[in-house]
Protein backbone atom coordinates (compact mmCIF):
# COMPACT_ATOMS: atom_id res chain seq x y z
CA UNK A 1 0.00 0.00 0.00
CA UNK A 2 0.77 3.11 -0.62
CA UNK A 3 2.54 5.15 2.57
CA UNK A 4 0.82 8.08 2.18
CA UNK A 5 -2.74 6.35 1.06
CA UNK A 6 -1.51 4.29 4.67
CA UNK A 7 -1.68 7.98 6.35
CA UNK A 8 -5.19 8.95 4.98
CA UNK A 9 -6.68 6.08 6.98
CA UNK A 10 -4.53 6.63 10.06
CA UNK A 11 -6.40 10.13 10.00
CA UNK A 12 -9.64 9.02 9.42
CA UNK A 13 -9.08 6.19 12.36
CA UNK A 14 -8.12 9.06 14.47
CA UNK A 15 -11.07 10.93 13.69
CA UNK A 16 -13.25 8.03 14.24
CA UNK A 17 -11.95 7.40 17.82
CA UNK A 18 -12.33 10.40 19.03
CA UNK A 19 -15.87 10.82 17.95
CA UNK A 20 -16.29 7.49 19.44
CA UNK A 21 -15.36 9.31 22.77
CA UNK A 22 -11.92 8.27 23.12
CA UNK A 23 -9.57 10.74 24.40
CA UNK A 24 -7.54 12.08 21.82
CA UNK A 25 -4.29 11.89 23.82
CA UNK A 26 -5.12 7.97 23.64
CA UNK A 27 -6.30 8.17 20.11
CA UNK A 28 -3.28 9.69 18.86
CA UNK A 29 -1.01 7.56 20.42
CA UNK A 30 -3.09 4.34 19.52
CA UNK A 31 -3.37 5.46 16.21
CA UNK A 32 0.68 6.16 15.97
CA UNK A 33 2.08 3.23 17.37
CA UNK A 34 0.13 0.90 15.76
CA UNK A 35 0.71 2.76 12.31
CA UNK A 36 4.29 3.02 12.76
CA UNK A 37 4.52 -0.52 14.19
CA UNK A 38 2.73 -1.41 10.69
CA UNK A 39 5.40 0.55 8.79
CA UNK A 40 8.56 -0.09 10.35
CA UNK A 41 8.23 -2.55 13.02
CA UNK A 42 6.45 -3.36 16.25
CA UNK A 43 9.62 -3.29 17.25
CA UNK A 44 10.59 0.20 16.60
CA UNK A 45 6.59 1.17 17.47
CA UNK A 46 7.60 -0.02 21.37
CA UNK A 47 10.46 1.28 21.31
CA UNK A 48 9.42 4.68 20.62
CA UNK A 49 6.73 4.19 23.08
CA UNK A 50 9.44 3.95 25.81
CA UNK A 51 11.57 6.78 25.14
CA UNK A 52 9.31 9.40 23.18
CA UNK A 53 7.45 10.50 26.48
CA UNK A 54 10.46 11.86 28.77
CA UNK A 55 12.20 12.80 25.49
CA UNK A 56 9.40 15.32 25.05
CA UNK A 57 8.35 16.06 28.36
CA UNK A 58 11.92 16.92 29.19
CA UNK A 59 12.34 19.50 26.67
CA UNK A 60 13.04 22.80 27.92
CA UNK A 61 10.14 24.85 26.17
CA UNK A 62 7.62 22.92 27.45
CA UNK A 63 8.55 23.86 31.08
CA UNK A 64 7.21 27.24 30.37
CA UNK A 65 3.54 25.43 30.37
CA UNK A 66 3.11 24.30 34.41
CA UNK A 67 5.14 28.20 35.04
CA UNK A 68 2.59 29.61 32.80
CA UNK A 69 -0.58 27.83 34.86
CA UNK A 70 0.67 28.42 38.50
CA UNK A 71 1.26 31.98 37.75
CA UNK A 72 -2.64 32.01 36.90
CA UNK A 73 -3.69 30.30 40.47
CA UNK A 74 -1.23 32.21 42.40
CA UNK A 75 -2.87 35.32 40.85
CA UNK A 76 -6.54 34.03 41.39
CA UNK A 77 -5.94 33.19 45.23
CA UNK A 78 -3.88 37.03 45.45
CA UNK A 79 -7.59 38.83 44.16
CA UNK A 80 -5.87 39.75 41.30
CA UNK A 81 -8.96 39.33 39.63
CA UNK A 82 -12.03 41.23 41.46
CA UNK A 83 -9.51 44.23 41.72
CA UNK A 84 -9.14 44.50 38.09
CA UNK A 85 -12.85 43.92 37.74
CA UNK A 86 -13.73 46.51 40.05
CA UNK A 87 -11.00 49.19 38.85
CA UNK A 88 -12.46 48.93 35.66
CA UNK A 89 -16.37 48.98 36.99
CA UNK A 90 -15.28 52.28 38.66
CA UNK A 91 -14.05 53.87 35.65
CA UNK A 92 -16.50 52.79 32.90
CA UNK A 93 -18.93 51.80 34.88
CA UNK A 94 -21.40 54.50 34.27
CA UNK A 95 -21.19 53.70 30.18
CA UNK A 96 -23.70 51.97 28.25
CA UNK A 97 -23.45 48.63 29.36
CA UNK A 98 -20.82 49.33 31.93
CA UNK A 99 -20.50 46.21 33.60
CA UNK A 100 -20.26 44.47 30.91
CA UNK A 101 -17.24 46.61 29.68
CA UNK A 102 -15.61 46.00 32.73
CA UNK A 103 -15.88 42.38 32.41
CA UNK A 104 -14.17 42.57 29.08
CA UNK A 105 -11.28 44.69 30.58
CA UNK A 106 -10.78 42.41 33.63
CA UNK A 107 -10.59 39.43 31.45
CA UNK A 108 -7.68 41.26 29.59
CA UNK A 109 -6.05 42.34 32.76
CA UNK A 110 -6.61 38.23 34.27
CA UNK A 111 -5.17 37.23 30.77
CA UNK A 112 -1.92 38.89 31.66
CA UNK A 113 -1.61 36.88 34.23
CA UNK A 114 -2.72 33.32 33.14
CA UNK A 115 -2.83 31.19 29.64
CA UNK A 116 -5.89 29.38 30.18
CA UNK A 117 -8.88 30.60 28.72
CA UNK A 118 -11.33 28.23 30.91
CA UNK A 119 -9.94 29.41 33.87
CA UNK A 120 -10.56 33.35 33.07
CA UNK A 121 -13.89 32.25 31.83
CA UNK A 122 -15.09 30.34 35.35
CA UNK A 123 -12.73 32.98 37.40
CA UNK A 124 -14.68 36.04 35.60
CA UNK A 125 -17.87 34.38 35.79
CA UNK A 126 -18.17 34.06 39.41
CA UNK A 127 -17.08 37.86 40.20
CA UNK A 128 -18.86 39.31 37.48
CA UNK A 129 -21.80 37.19 36.81
CA UNK A 130 -23.71 37.89 40.27
CA UNK A 131 -23.06 41.70 39.96
CA UNK A 132 -24.58 42.20 36.17
CA UNK A 133 -27.37 40.34 37.48
CA UNK A 134 -27.83 42.51 41.06
CA UNK A 135 -28.29 45.69 38.64
CA UNK A 136 -30.38 43.63 35.95
CA UNK A 137 -28.62 43.46 33.20
CA UNK A 138 -29.61 40.71 30.73
CA UNK A 139 -28.23 37.31 30.96
CA UNK A 140 -27.94 36.92 27.38
CA UNK A 141 -24.76 40.35 27.20
CA UNK A 142 -23.89 39.13 30.86
CA UNK A 143 -22.76 35.73 30.40
CA UNK A 144 -21.69 36.10 26.42
CA UNK A 145 -19.23 39.46 28.03
CA UNK A 146 -18.41 36.26 30.14
CA UNK A 147 -17.37 33.78 27.47
CA UNK A 148 -15.80 36.32 24.91
CA UNK A 149 -13.57 37.56 27.37
CA UNK A 150 -12.38 34.56 28.56
CA UNK A 151 -11.13 33.68 25.44
CA UNK A 152 -8.59 36.56 25.50
CA UNK A 153 -6.45 34.61 27.60
CA UNK A 154 -5.39 32.04 24.34
CA UNK A 155 -4.19 35.56 22.56
CA UNK A 156 -2.66 38.03 25.41
CA UNK A 157 0.60 36.84 26.44
CA UNK A 158 1.46 34.14 28.48
CA UNK A 159 -0.62 31.66 26.21
CA UNK A 160 -0.38 28.50 26.75
CA UNK A 161 -1.82 27.89 22.96
CA UNK A 162 0.81 30.13 21.37
CA UNK A 163 3.80 27.91 23.33
CA UNK A 164 2.33 24.55 21.43
CA UNK A 165 2.23 26.11 18.55
CA UNK A 166 6.00 27.57 19.11
CA UNK A 167 7.24 23.75 20.06
CA UNK A 168 4.77 21.92 17.38
CA UNK A 169 6.20 24.73 14.37
CA UNK A 170 9.55 24.81 15.61
CA UNK A 171 8.94 28.77 15.68
CA UNK A 172 10.42 30.81 18.06
CA UNK A 173 7.61 30.86 21.25
CA UNK A 174 8.99 34.43 22.41
CA UNK A 175 8.11 35.91 18.99
CA UNK A 176 4.74 34.47 19.08
CA UNK A 177 3.64 35.61 22.68
CA UNK A 178 4.88 39.22 21.16
CA UNK A 179 2.80 38.85 18.22
CA UNK A 180 -0.20 38.18 20.02
CA UNK A 181 -0.44 41.10 22.38
CA UNK A 182 -1.98 43.55 19.51
CA UNK A 183 -4.02 41.18 18.53
CA UNK A 184 -5.06 40.82 22.06
CA UNK A 185 -5.71 43.88 22.51
CA UNK A 186 -7.37 45.19 19.19
CA UNK A 187 -9.86 42.06 20.41
CA UNK A 188 -10.73 43.27 23.91
CA UNK A 189 -11.37 47.36 22.18
CA UNK A 190 -14.04 44.78 19.33
CA UNK A 191 -15.73 43.26 21.87
CA UNK A 192 -15.90 46.34 24.35
CA UNK A 193 -17.86 48.45 20.95
CA UNK A 194 -19.95 45.67 20.15
CA UNK A 195 -21.43 46.05 24.05
CA UNK A 196 -21.32 49.57 24.07
CA UNK A 197 -23.05 49.73 20.59
CA UNK A 198 -25.68 47.15 21.51
CA UNK A 199 -26.73 48.49 24.98
CA UNK A 200 -26.84 52.03 23.03
CA UNK A 201 -29.31 50.69 20.44
CA UNK A 202 -31.38 48.77 23.34
CA UNK A 203 -30.95 50.59 27.14
CA UNK A 204 -32.78 47.80 28.35
CA UNK A 205 -30.05 45.26 28.50
CA UNK A 206 -27.98 46.90 30.72
CA UNK A 207 -29.71 49.76 33.09
CA UNK A 208 -27.25 52.67 33.79
CA UNK A 209 -24.84 52.51 37.13
CA UNK A 210 -23.71 55.96 38.62
CA UNK A 211 -20.24 57.27 38.35
CA UNK A 212 -18.34 57.39 40.74
CA UNK A 213 -15.90 60.51 41.67
CA UNK A 214 -12.65 61.16 40.12
CA UNK A 215 -10.82 60.34 43.80
CA UNK A 216 -12.36 56.84 43.86
CA UNK A 217 -11.15 56.27 40.45
CA UNK A 218 -7.65 56.65 41.39
CA UNK A 219 -8.00 55.24 44.56
CA UNK A 220 -8.29 51.76 42.38
CA UNK A 221 -5.92 51.71 39.99
CA UNK A 222 -3.23 51.26 43.39
CA UNK A 223 -5.00 47.57 43.35
CA UNK A 224 -3.48 47.09 40.00
CA UNK A 225 -0.26 47.54 40.11
CA UNK A 226 0.21 43.55 40.71
CA UNK A 227 -0.87 43.20 36.99
CA UNK A 228 0.95 45.85 35.78
CA UNK A 229 4.33 44.15 37.10
CA UNK A 230 3.21 40.93 35.82
CA UNK A 231 2.22 41.85 32.22
CA UNK A 232 5.59 44.37 32.02
CA UNK A 233 7.86 41.85 33.72
CA UNK A 234 6.57 38.63 30.89
CA UNK A 235 6.05 41.13 28.06
CA UNK A 236 9.07 43.67 28.20
CA UNK A 237 11.23 40.64 29.65
CA UNK A 238 11.09 38.96 26.87
CA UNK A 239 10.75 42.13 24.24
CA UNK A 240 13.94 43.32 25.17
CA UNK A 241 15.72 39.63 25.38
CA UNK A 242 16.67 40.05 29.18
CA UNK A 243 14.27 36.67 29.54
CA UNK A 244 13.68 33.63 27.12
CA UNK A 245 9.83 33.07 28.11
CA UNK A 246 10.58 30.13 30.13
CA UNK A 247 12.72 32.60 33.02
CA UNK A 248 9.90 35.30 31.48
CA UNK A 249 7.58 32.61 33.11
CA UNK A 250 9.26 31.45 35.93
CA UNK A 251 10.07 35.12 36.77
CA UNK A 252 6.46 36.20 36.66
CA UNK A 253 5.23 32.63 38.80
CA UNK A 254 7.79 33.92 41.52
CA UNK A 255 6.38 37.30 41.95
CA UNK A 256 2.87 36.32 41.81
CA UNK A 257 3.60 33.99 44.53
CA UNK A 258 5.46 36.62 46.92
CA UNK A 259 2.36 39.25 46.22
CA UNK A 260 -0.01 36.74 47.27
CA UNK A 261 2.25 36.09 50.09
CA UNK A 262 2.21 40.18 50.76
CA UNK A 263 -1.70 40.42 50.75
CA UNK A 264 -1.72 37.66 53.05
CA UNK A 265 -3.85 35.43 50.44
CA UNK A 266 -1.68 32.83 50.66
CA UNK A 267 -1.86 30.07 53.16
CA UNK A 268 -0.77 26.25 52.57
CA UNK A 269 -4.50 25.17 51.64
CA UNK A 270 -4.50 27.84 48.89
CA UNK A 271 -0.55 26.87 48.02
CA UNK A 272 -1.49 23.01 48.05
CA UNK A 273 -4.53 23.74 45.79
CA UNK A 274 -2.56 25.94 43.39
CA UNK A 275 -0.04 22.93 43.46
CA UNK A 276 -2.23 19.99 42.97
CA UNK A 277 -4.07 22.15 40.06
CA UNK A 278 -1.44 23.32 38.06
CA UNK A 279 -0.34 19.22 38.20
CA UNK A 280 -3.22 18.11 37.36
CA UNK A 281 -3.86 20.57 34.01
CA UNK A 282 -0.03 19.90 33.23
CA UNK A 283 -0.45 16.18 33.17
CA UNK A 284 -3.38 16.76 30.89
CA UNK A 285 -1.45 18.78 28.48
CA UNK A 286 1.67 16.65 28.52
CA UNK A 287 -0.45 13.70 27.70
CA UNK A 288 -1.82 15.13 24.28
CA UNK A 289 1.34 16.44 23.28
CA UNK A 290 2.63 13.07 23.71
CA UNK A 291 -0.07 11.53 22.00
CA UNK A 292 -0.13 13.84 18.70
CA UNK A 293 3.92 13.89 18.44
CA UNK A 294 3.55 10.35 18.28
CA UNK A 295 0.83 10.68 15.74
CA UNK A 296 3.37 13.44 13.92
CA UNK A 297 6.20 10.62 13.68
CA UNK A 298 3.89 8.42 12.13
CA UNK A 299 1.85 10.86 9.33
CA UNK A 300 5.82 12.15 8.92
CA UNK A 301 6.98 8.30 7.96
CA UNK A 302 4.34 8.22 5.49
CA UNK A 303 5.25 11.09 3.62
CA UNK A 304 1.02 12.66 4.00
CA UNK A 305 2.41 16.16 5.29
CA UNK A 306 5.36 16.87 2.35
CA UNK A 307 1.99 15.07 -0.17
CA UNK A 308 -0.40 18.00 0.84
CA UNK A 309 2.17 20.55 1.43
CA UNK A 310 3.20 20.21 -2.53
CA UNK A 311 -0.32 19.30 -4.08
CA UNK A 312 -1.48 22.72 -2.52
CA UNK A 313 1.33 24.86 -4.03
CA UNK A 314 0.09 23.60 -7.05
CA UNK A 315 -3.37 24.51 -6.72
CA UNK A 316 -4.46 26.13 -9.30
CA UNK A 317 -6.24 28.57 -7.22
CA UNK A 318 -5.73 31.79 -4.97
CA UNK A 319 -4.04 30.85 -2.04
CA UNK A 320 -6.62 32.92 -0.38
CA UNK A 321 -8.71 30.92 -0.82
CA UNK A 322 -6.50 27.90 0.35
CA UNK A 323 -6.10 29.80 3.69
CA UNK A 324 -9.60 29.90 4.12
CA UNK A 325 -10.46 26.22 3.91
CA UNK A 326 -7.61 25.44 5.84
CA UNK A 327 -9.57 27.89 8.26
CA UNK A 328 -12.67 26.34 7.88
CA UNK A 329 -11.39 22.81 8.98
CA UNK A 330 -10.82 24.11 12.69
CA UNK A 331 -15.02 25.59 12.64
CA UNK A 332 -15.93 22.03 11.18
CA UNK A 333 -13.37 20.14 14.27
CA UNK A 334 -14.58 22.81 17.35
CA UNK A 335 -17.97 21.15 17.37
CA UNK A 336 -16.09 17.87 18.52
CA UNK A 337 -12.37 18.83 19.49
CA UNK A 338 -10.49 21.15 22.22
CA UNK A 339 -8.74 23.63 21.64
CA UNK A 340 -5.24 21.84 22.32
CA UNK A 341 -6.22 18.83 20.52
CA UNK A 342 -7.34 20.55 17.79
CA UNK A 343 -4.64 22.66 17.39
CA UNK A 344 -1.97 20.15 17.43
CA UNK A 345 -3.77 17.94 15.52
CA UNK A 346 -4.21 19.88 12.12
CA UNK A 347 -0.90 21.75 12.47
CA UNK A 348 1.13 18.76 11.46
CA UNK A 349 -0.96 18.66 8.12
CA UNK A 350 -1.71 22.13 7.15
CA UNK A 351 1.18 24.16 8.48
CA UNK A 352 3.99 23.13 5.75
CA UNK A 353 1.19 23.50 3.24
CA UNK A 354 0.45 27.42 4.49
CA UNK A 355 4.29 28.21 5.02
CA UNK A 356 5.01 26.68 1.10
CA UNK A 357 2.21 29.07 0.06
CA UNK A 358 4.86 32.22 1.17
CA UNK A 359 2.67 32.83 4.52
CA UNK A 360 4.51 34.50 7.16
CA UNK A 361 4.79 31.19 10.21
CA UNK A 362 4.33 33.70 12.57
CA UNK A 363 0.96 35.72 11.27
CA UNK A 364 -0.57 32.06 10.98
CA UNK A 365 0.21 31.03 14.24
CA UNK A 366 -1.81 34.38 15.93
CA UNK A 367 -4.34 33.30 12.74
CA UNK A 368 -4.86 29.76 14.10
CA UNK A 369 -5.35 30.64 17.56
CA UNK A 370 -7.76 32.77 16.79
CA UNK A 371 -9.87 30.65 14.86
CA UNK A 372 -9.54 28.10 17.97
CA UNK A 373 -10.50 31.29 20.02
CA UNK A 374 -13.69 30.75 18.19
CA UNK A 375 -13.94 27.64 18.65
CA UNK A 376 -14.23 27.63 22.33
CA UNK A 377 -17.28 29.87 22.43
CA UNK A 378 -19.07 27.65 19.22
CA UNK A 379 -21.91 25.12 19.69
CA UNK A 380 -21.84 22.29 20.40
CA UNK A 381 -18.43 21.70 22.51
CA UNK A 382 -18.01 25.38 23.54
CA UNK A 383 -15.78 25.23 26.21
CA UNK A 384 -15.91 28.58 27.73
CA UNK A 385 -20.02 28.43 27.43
CA UNK A 386 -20.14 25.84 29.55
CA UNK A 387 -16.98 26.92 32.16
CA UNK A 388 -19.59 29.73 32.20
CA UNK A 389 -22.75 27.71 32.82
CA UNK A 390 -20.72 25.82 35.63
CA UNK A 391 -20.94 29.40 37.52
CA UNK A 392 -23.81 31.01 36.59
CA UNK A 393 -26.34 27.41 36.72
CA UNK A 394 -29.49 30.05 37.09
CA UNK A 395 -28.99 30.52 33.27
CA UNK A 396 -30.42 28.33 30.51
CA UNK A 397 -27.30 27.09 28.55
CA UNK A 398 -29.11 28.23 25.31
CA UNK A 399 -28.80 31.98 26.66
CA UNK A 400 -25.37 31.89 26.85
CA UNK A 401 -24.89 30.77 23.80
CA UNK A 402 -27.05 33.04 22.15
CA UNK A 403 -25.67 36.03 24.00
CA UNK A 404 -22.06 34.82 22.85
CA UNK A 405 -23.69 35.19 18.94
CA UNK A 406 -22.86 38.57 18.28
CA UNK A 407 -19.06 38.55 19.68
CA UNK A 408 -18.43 35.46 17.31
CA UNK A 409 -19.79 37.88 14.69
CA UNK A 410 -16.91 40.03 16.02
CA UNK A 411 -14.42 37.41 16.16
CA UNK A 412 -15.04 36.82 12.19
CA UNK A 413 -14.28 40.24 11.71
CA UNK A 414 -11.33 40.71 13.23
CA UNK A 415 -10.00 37.80 11.26
CA UNK A 416 -10.93 39.36 8.22
CA UNK A 417 -9.01 42.57 9.16
CA UNK A 418 -5.97 40.61 10.31
CA UNK A 419 -5.82 38.70 6.57
CA UNK A 420 -6.13 42.48 5.43
CA UNK A 421 -3.78 44.12 7.20
CA UNK A 422 -1.26 41.73 8.39
CA UNK A 423 1.06 44.18 10.03
CA UNK A 424 -1.56 44.09 12.57
CA UNK A 425 0.14 41.21 13.86
CA UNK A 426 3.59 41.15 12.29
CA UNK A 427 4.51 44.51 13.46
CA UNK A 428 5.77 44.47 17.00
CA UNK A 429 7.90 40.80 16.03
CA UNK A 430 9.35 43.00 13.25
CA UNK A 431 10.56 45.52 15.87
CA UNK A 432 11.71 43.00 18.21
CA UNK A 433 13.59 40.70 16.02
CA UNK A 434 15.03 43.93 13.47
CA UNK A 435 16.25 44.80 17.17
Same mark, same amino acid.
Given at each position: ???????????????????????????????????????????????????????????????????????????????? =??????????????????? @??????????? @??? =?????????????????????? #???????? #?????????????????????????????????????????????????????????????????????????????????????? +???????????????????????????????????????????????????????????????? +???? !?????????????????????????? =???????????????????????????????????????? !??????????????????????????????????????????????????????? +??????? =??????????
Amino acid at each position: MDPVVFGYIGVGCLLCLVLLGMPIAFASALVGLAGIGLLKGWGVAFSLAGYLPYGITAHYSLSVIPLFIIMGYFAYFAGI =TSEVFKAARNWVGHFPGGL @ALATTFGCAGF @AAC =TGASLAAAAVMGKVAIPEMQKY #GYDNRLAT #GAVAAGGTLAVLIPPSIPLVLFGIITNQSIGVLLIAGVIPGILTAIAYSLLIYGQVKRNPSLAPPLDAVSWKTRFGSLKKMWGVLV +IFCLIIGGIYSGAFTPTEAGGAGATFTFFLALFMKKMGWDTLKESLLETGRVTVMIFAIVVGIL +IFVR !FLALTGLPASIAGAVVNAPVHPLIIL =TGSLMIYVVLGTFLELIGMMLLTLPIIYPAIVALGFDPIW !FGIIVVKMCEICLVTPPVGLNVYAVFSVAPNVQIEDIFRGIMPFLAVDIVTIILF +IIWPDLI =TFLPSLMLSG
